[in-house]
């Protein structure tokens, strides 16, 4: 399979560089600062230098043989633009179409509600507390599933952890729309594990499941 992955600097997206190419995946990543890579991976993937929110960056990771793209993009409170994910991800579509590339497996945040979810306390506790301290990554990716929503031509599937953590790679993990709160927890290993199970399965086709222990 040939995949290209964005955020592959980060804790999820570098999970997801790993992993893929310990199941022997072509790779491409874009990245604004390859260095940040993890070691020994400079020389298993295309590494190509670009920035997600510049659509020619985009299209270049891209082309006729990608089977998929993998979305790990992180939001720094502090110091990402307004909207980062939505943004990269309308270049990242635009390019797919493009290109022909159907399938797309993003990272979303719990914070946003669907209505599929099942809703308790816990639930809308961790919503107050990202409306209110988290509002940078909350509302992008409130934007974000919201485009999504409207390119359903896209073959793309959500998951969405809670609290995320340092861990091992178990492969074991509930995916749907249980109950969850701020205590509900995945690895970074785990969620990239359940990222790339979903690039050859269609049960949450357009869907943005919850993922936890």
Not at 30 to 51: E, F, N, V, Y
Not at 132 to 146: G, I, P, S, V
Not at 186 to 212: G, N, R, V, Y
Request: charged residues 25%.
């Amino acid at each position: 399979m040939n995949v290209t992955i964005f955020g592959a600097t980060g804790r999820v997206g570098s999970e997801c560089l790993r992993q893929c190419i310990a199941k022997g995946y072509t790779v491409t990543v874009l990245a604004r600062s390859p260095d940040k890579l993890p070691q020994g991976m400079h020389d298993k993937a295309a590494i190509l230098k670009g920035d997600g929110l510049v659509y020619e960056d985009v299209a270049s990771a891209l082309n006729e043989n990608t089977d998929a793209v993998l979305f790990a993009v992180g939001v720094e409170e502090k110091t990402s633009p307004e909207n980062l994910c939505t943004n990269v991800t309308r270049n990242i579509l635009t390019a797919m179409r493009e290109k022909g590339v159907k399938r797309l497996v993003w990272c979303g945040g719990g914070s946003n509600l669907l209505p599929e979810d099942t809703v308790g306390f816990g639930a809308r506790f961790v919503r107050w507390y990202a409306e209110h301290f988290l509002r940078l990554r909350h509302f992008d990716k409130e934007n974000q599933l919201a485009l999504l929503n409207r390119n359903t031509d896209i073959e793309w599937i959500g998951v969405r952890p809670l609290q995320i953590k340092a861990g091992p790679q178990t492969g074991v993990y509930r995916v749907g729309f249980d109950k969850f709160s701020g205590l509900s927890s995945i690895s970074f290993a785990d969620c990239a594990h359940c990222m790339i199970e979903q690039l050859a399965d269609d049960t949450w086709l357009h869907k943005a499941p919850i993922i936890q222990y």
